[in-house]
């Protein structure tokens, strides 16, 4: 962290206030309006005094709170996250609102588990999945989207549950048009979303509702836009429809050739789990993992 320093070497030092280009915490949180320059003096007292970190400082005087902090900490670190103002995701998006909780460290790891036996080994894109409703597989397609957008990886989020999408309520975004669309011919690249407080972060939604989504998503298009995606991100995640007793599943495995399940502890029971997982290696997919959530 770029600390405040003396300014000179008299016998009286005097400290340097941050400047507005100013990197350090300090002149992150001027910059921002959070605190003014002349407070910079009552932090630094403090923090001499009870050997603080400049936050813990500014937070116990009052002036800011700890996610103000966060919010200097992620434009110092360049690590993308959500400001203070949540509003604009939903609660579940806990690798948004609570970036630095334990849940969230499960899923860096799983991320890091995922570059090493997944897409370490030359795929980009992967289905997530659970056998039944209610597994929480549109939970974790979307905070795993979240992360590896936060480690730099150009990151596309896939709603390709055309029955009952639920990503674009997670995002807080008009579920208009989308991934249908697209196979439909009715739609170009311009249906993609940027997600503005994660620049490596894409999404597309669902679309419109339309009355054949299984053969939708047989049609030939759906393979061939998968295949120019993969020119253009790194990652692709896809949340899919459950895969019991709907075919959208198997179609979706197919094209990914990957598939993460998601269960859930007190839910999800041991014949559906193991009928998806034959379902996936019928559709010449690799199970690359199963995730159990609380």
């Not at 003096?41 to 400049?54: A, M, P």
């Not at 670190?77 to 969230?104: H, I, R, T, W």
């Not at 598939?259 to 009928?275: D, E, F, Q, W």
Request: net charge neutral; with cysteine; charged share 20%.
């Amino acid at each position: 962290m770029n600390s405040l320093q003396p300014a000179s070497t008299s016998n009286t030092p005097s400290r340097q206030i941050p400047e507005p280009a100013d990197s350090s915490v300090g002149g992150l949180l001027i910059q921002a309006g959070k605190i003014k320059p002349h407070d910079v003096e009552r932090i630094l007292d403090l923090q001499t005094q009870k050997g603080l970190r400049f936050g813990e400082a500014a937070i116990k005087l009052g002036l800011v709170t700890d996610s103000d902090i966060q919010d200097a900490l992620s434009l110092q670190f360049d690590y993308p996250m959500v400001g203070s103002d949540k509003s604009a995701f939903s609660e579940e998006l806990v690798a948004a609102c609570a970036p630095f909780s334990q849940e969230v460290e499960s899923l860096r790891a799983l991320r890091t588990q995922l570059l090493l036996r997944w897409f370490g080994q030359g795929n980009q894109a992967l289905a997530v999945a659970g056998a039944i409703g209610g597994e929480g597989a549109s939970w974790l397609a979307a905070n795993l989207a979240i992360v590896f957008s936060q480690q730099g990886k150009r990151t596309l989020l896939i709603d390709a549950d055309l029955r009952q999408p639920r990503q674009h309520q997670l995002f807080r975004l008009e579920n208009g048009i989308g991934l249908s669309d697209m196979i439909a011919s009715r739609a170009d690249l311009s249906a993609i979303h940027q997600v503005s407080a994660f620049p490596s972060l894409s999404f597309l939604t669902a679309g419109t509702q339309a009355p054949n989504p299984t053969e939708l998503l047989a049609r030939p298009t759906f393979g061939q836009l998968l295949d120019a995606f993969r020119k253009q991100y790194d990652i692709i995640l896809l949340d899919t429809t459950p895969a019991i007793p709907l075919a959208d599943y198997q179609i979706v495995a197919a094209q990914t050739r990957g598939v993460l399940i998601a269960t859930r502890r007190n839910t999800s029971k041991l014949g559906p789990v193991a009928a998806l997982k034959d379902m996936t290696v019928a559709a010449g997919a690799s199970v690359v993992g199963a995730i159990v959530m609380r």
